[in-house]
């Protein structure tokens, strides 16, 4: 599984982005895959705001919960996060990740596989 992000970009206080991840790999670990996104803010650790497993159980940092939504589309190896009411704190590098275990949690240290990253910029 690996993981390739698209779709950042700069947007004023107030609206919208969606990003999305392909999973280049087999469609087989891709689905059992618990897969998230996570961000790294300017001067911030790396930090984790939304995953879904392969049974579409979600869970959200509060930081992010009623704004963001993760999905995942297994068919086509994809992971998207929608980004509402967007602040000028949710400016970060953002990452999607990939784990093959049973393992639940947002933290980075769970996830083997990680993207490049793409860059979201809020202007207040």
């Known amino acids: 599984v690996r993981p390739v992000e698209s779709g950042g970009g700069s947007v004023q206080a107030g609206g919208s982005l969606r990003l999305a991840c392909a999973g280049s790999?087999?469609?087989?670990?891709?689905?059992?895959?618990?897969v998230g996104w996570f961000r790294r803010g300017p001067g911030a650790e790396r930090e984790g705001i939304a995953i879904?497993?392969?049974?579409?159980?979600?869970l959200y940092a509060e930081s992010v919960k009623g704004r963001f939504t993760i999905s995942r589309d297994n068919a086509n190896n994809t992971l998207s996060l929608q980004m509402d009411t967007l602040k000028p704190e949710d400016t970060a590098m953002y990452y999607c990740?990939?784990?093959?275990?049973?393992?639940?949690?947002?933290?980075?240290?769970?996830?083997?596989?990680w993207g490049q990253g793409t860059q979201v910029t809020v202007s207040s």
């Open positions: 879904i497993d392969s049974d579409a159980n979600t």
């Open positions: 990740a990939a784990h093959p275990r049973l393992l639940f949690s947002l933290l980075v240290s769970d996830f083997d596989y």
């Open positions: 790999g087999s469609a087989y670990d891709w689905n059992y895959s618990c």
